[in-house]
């Protein structure tokens, strides 16, 4: 099954595509959508759903899993990123592929061990755990994790589903 692993944000969404086949992980693919800070939000909006639209359209994945936020200080950034999380939730459920949400610390729990570990942890647990990887940026490291981490949970799902029948 391939699994997509979104990782919003406003100027930058992090994506990464992986295979799993079993307990076996294979990267397919990373990298960010980007929006110009230069251009009003609903511009900003549009380009990030076009981009998500093209990941989702060339991959094709299965599932798709975004990572939640929480309440910063700003509230209006708190609110913007909230829009960005929207599209990331939106473009593959509008194309009929189902999406879960985790939070950042049972993302990094899943993938590290630790749910408080940094962002350096989290990037070489991804390395690690999917060799030969060519990280396309912290946001891609991010989406990538969150892809490991729903295919744990899809997979955990998978084998007792399988037990039960």
């Known amino acids: ?37 230069k251009d009003t939000l609903a511009e900003r909006l549009v380009d990030l ?15 798709a899993a975004v990572e939640e936020t929480f309440v ?3 509230p209006t950034s708190t609110l913007k990123l909230g829009q960005a999380r929207g599209i990331a939730l939106f473009v ?4 009929g592929i189902a999406v879960a949400e985790y939070t950042p610390n049972h993302v990094k729990k899943s993938v590290v ?20 990887v060519k990280i396309n940026g912290s946001d891609a490291a991010d989406a990538l994790a969150v892809a490991i981490c729903h295919a744990h949970h899809v997979g955990y799902a998978q084998s007792l589903k399988g037990r039960s029948g």
Do not use: C, Y
């Not at 979104?6 to 990464?16: A, N, R, S």
């Not at 061990?113 to 030969?132: D, F, S, Y």
């Open 72 to 74: 910063n200080k700003n």
């Open 1 to 37: 099954m391939r699994l997509l692993g979104l990782d919003p944000g406003l100027q930058k969404t992090g994506w990464g595509i992986v295979q799993a086949e079993g307990t076996r992980l294979t990267h397919i693919a990373n990298g960010t959508v980007t929006s110009n800070a």
């Open 113 to 132: 061990g630790a749910g408080h570990a940094g962002k350096e942890q989290v990037a070489a647990m991804v390395q690690i755990l999917l060799p030969g």
């Open 49 to 63: 759903h076009a981009g998500l639209m093209e990941v989702v359209q060339t991959w094709q994945p299965d599932f």
């Open 92 to 95: 593959p459920a509008s194309l």
